[in-house]
């Protein structure tokens, strides 16, 4: 069975620069290259970058992270939160209204 994941991702800040934005679009696109990887996106909050990937298993999935996402430059810190309930159906945009 597949396991999915959410990557929270926090992007090391430039001191100098403070191009964080510039650099999370930098590591975004790249992570959306990654095998696996469904989507990545930029967002507000505690992280910079929220990305979904799903593997086969979940040794798969740990190699993945660490071996190629988690070494990308300009990745400061991440956590990886497994999907443990697939169960649940998303609901339409007519039911959140």
Not at 17 to 35: L, T
Not at 82 to 91: A, F, G, H, L
Request: hydrophobic residues 45%.
């Amino acid at each position: 069975m597949t396991k999915k994941a959410f990557l929270l991702i926090n992007v090391a800040m430039d001191k100098e620069k403070d191009r964080a934005g510039v650099k999370a679009k930098q590591i975004c696109a790249s992570i959306r290259q990654i095998k696996g990887v469904e989507s990545a996106h930029i967002v507000t909050g505690p992280y910079e970058i929220i990305a979904v990937m799903e593997a086969e298993d979940l040794g798969t999935m740990g190699n993945v992270i660490t071996t190629q996402i988690a070494q990308i430059p300009g990745i400061e810190v991440w956590t990886a939160c497994v999907e443990i309930d697939s169960e649940t159906q998303p609901r339409s945009r007519a039911e959140l209204a």
